[in-house]
């Protein structure tokens, strides 16, 4: 797996909710998209669209409609994503921090019996339980899914990021 595409779009997304932007973009690889998605699903971004050199119109992002891939535009489409905001707190980013779990040279995989004892909160050795708000993402065999995802699915995998508020 892309372990360093996954790395600098953890970094990537926590820099740019820090800077508090409102649309930003990622290279466009398999991991980036499968992560997005995921990130997706689970709530810390608002929308995940491909697309050219420069961003889609926000106007018409609901019917905005990427150009076919081609062998000729494959290098320069990007992965266009949306960072949400609480409004009522102030205007806080709902993703806060993003830190990689797995590097390129330390790869962490758990079982379903220790993805279990995170998502209760409690400490499974050496990561610690998620509290309100985390999410773990994983890679599994059956796609990139947030912990829950992975506990309902009865599988374990890949430990890629801890996302939070």
């Known amino acids: 797996m892309g372990v360093v595409n996954i790395v600098n779009m953890c970094s990537h997304l926590q820099n740019a909710s820090r800077a508090r932007l ?3 973009s ?16 689970a709530g810390f971004l608002s929308f995940v669209t491909r697309g050219g050199s420069y961003p889609p119109d926000p106007a018409t992002l609901t019917t905005f409609e990427p150009e076919p ?9 990007r992965l266009w994503v949306g960072l949400k905001y609480n409004a009522g707190n102030g205007g806080e980013p709902v993703l806060r921090a993003m830190r990689p ?9 758990a079982k ?3 993805l279990e004892r995170l ?15 985390e999410s773990i993402v994983l890679a599994t065999d059956r796609g990139t899914l947030e912990i829950r995802e992975a506990i309902e699915r009865k599988v374990g995998g890949l430990l890629l990021c801890r996302v939070g508020p």
Do not use: C, E, F, W
């Not at 990622?26 to 699903?41: C, E, F, G, I, Q």
């Not at 891939?69 to 489409?77: E, I, R, Y």
């Open 112 to 114: 379903l019996d220790d």
């Open 101 to 109: 779990i797995t590097t390129p040279k330390r790869p962490v995989t």
């Open 119 to 133: 998502a209760r909160g409690i400490d499974a050795h050496p990561h610690r339980g998620l509290n309100l708000g």
């Open 22 to 24: 409102g649309i930003t």
């Open 69 to 77: 891939l081609t062998t000729a535009n494959v290098a320069k489409q």
């Open 26 to 41: 990622v290279p466009h690889t398999k991991y980036n998209l499968s992560l997005a998605l995921a990130l997706h699903r």
